[in-house]
């Protein structure tokens, strides 16, 4: 059985049910799925009774507000749930759905507009429809969340942070540069983060002293979201954030790979008060990899800094450019 938690009726059906009701309710049916479940009050009890008193139904609750499904239904339903998130597509989903090749030539073009379903299934009416899923979500839901007091404020800092992804951010800068206290910056892309329009990337620190311990870079899930909020959809011949956009691009994919895959694996970039940078750094069952991220091949290092290699001599390290990215994407 599939519902829409946007119905009224169903909105009704849920507000007086109880386990006989929503036995008959239910029938022969042996899954349910609700969507936009975050829609109907108290779904999160509403979800804990069928699951405790039916429990051969199997229930699946979808919600386009990640940030209020996820509200309403963890307290209710805890140890009673197993959560997926759920990204735009990948590298990897359209290698499947296409070809190596074909993916390869795109990635430029999905580095401008990136990879919305709707956007990738409709070539060519890509602005438009990037302008309506930034306007309709971006723009309206998410500034009807946790009490933001100044719209115009969180236009300016999804510019700002925009303009500065693959940068360290300074919550004191950006809050300077668009007119809010730090405070307020934090807490607005903590909404933007559980909303998943951006995530921060923490810094990777241990053995040495001058490693940068508390910095923090701002990556957004989706280039084309990326590009719409800018207003800046040049090919990437005519852009000069070319490597900034490919970063991006590496490191949304592999956190989409390690989702997906369900893999233990920590995620940082590593920094040094001297500015010897490495763009990631992953860890997995105790292996260290350091990966450097370059567009231009030429300009790739082929070692990593040596006061990395010797403070983690154990540690792997790889350069990612467009030839070989198909190697970590896959």
Known sequence: MWLNGDDIDVQAIFANMNSDRLRLFLGKKKTLIIDEAQRITDIGLRLKLITDQIPEIQVIATGSSSFELAAKVNESLTGRKREFRMYPLTFKEMVEHTDLLTEQRLIPHRMVYGYYPEVVTYP??????????????????????????????????????????????????????????????????????????????????????????????????????????????????????????????????????????????????????????????????????????KWNIAKANTKAPLNFTSSYPDALFKVITPDNAFEYLL
Not at 217 to 227: A, Q, T, V
Request: with cysteine; net charge negative; charged share 30%.
């Open 124 to 293: 060519g009416d890509e602005r438009e429809i990037l302008h309506e899923l930034s306007s309709s979500y971006l723009y309206k839901d998410v500034m009807q969340l946790d009490g933001i007091s100044k719209p115009d404020k969180l236009v300016a800092l999804l510019q700002a942070l925009a303009r500065q992804i693959g940068d360290q951010i300074s919550y004191r800068e950006i809050g300077q540069l668009i007119g809010i206290d730090s405070k307020t910056v934090e807490r607005y892309i903590d909404i933007l983060e559980k909303c998943y329009i951006v995530f921060r990337l923490g810094s990777f620190s241990r053995n040495l002293r001058n490693e940068l311990k508390n910095s923090k870079k701002i990556y957004f899930y989706d280039l084309g979201i990326r590009n719409a909020v800018i207003g800046d959809f040049r090919p990437m011949e005519l852009r000069s954030d070319v490597g900034a956009l490919w970063e991006n691009f590496v490191i949304t994919e592999r956190l989409k790979q390690i989702s997906y895959q369900r893999a233990f694996t920590n995620i940082w970039f590593w920094r040094t008060t001297q500015q010897k940078e490495i763009d990631l750094i992953e860890e997995t069952d105790g292996q260290l990899s350091a990966i450097e991220i």
